[in-house]
């Protein structure tokens, strides 16, 4: 049971984003679907760049935990949107590669993000 719930989500996203497109339409459960999409304020492949997913090459940068939590909130809470309503993802630019083989980016300065 475990891997089915684990799967889910998965399928969910490899459905909504079409980054798999043999993800078989009745696999998941769609009921909210159009509710709780990937919405419409950043794209699917700024999503796709700015956390280390490479669609063509259907793999994933490792280690993504490492920056989600703490170091992500600190870089991307200084762009909120003017509407309050989540992060201004135009404004950054940062695309997170694998700590492990590039060290901790998001501390090196690295990254460009815009300013007004």
């Avoid at 969910?12 to 980054?19: D, R």
């Avoid at 949107?81 to 989540?86: E, I, T, V």
């Avoid at 901790?104 to 300065?109: A, F, I, L, R």
């Amino acid at each position: 049971m475990e891997g089915i719930i684990q799967m889910l989500p998965q399928q969910h996203f490899n459905n909504e984003t079409g980054y798999y497109e043999e993800t078989h339409h009745k696999e998941w459960n769609h009921i909210d679907e159009k509710k709780y999409g990937i919405g419409r304020v950043r794209s699917v492949e700024k999503f796709l760049d700015t956390f280390g997913i490479h669609f063509a090459e259907k793999t994933a940068e490792a280690n993504l935990c490492r920056f989600v939590g703490a170091p992500m909130h600190y870089m991307f809470t200084k762009y909120i949107r003017s509407d309050k309503m989540g992060i201004d993802y135009d404004l950054i630019h940062y695309q997170f590669k694998d700590p492990a083989v590039y060290g901790e980016t998001w501390n090196e300065g690295t990254h460009e993000v815009e300013t007004f």
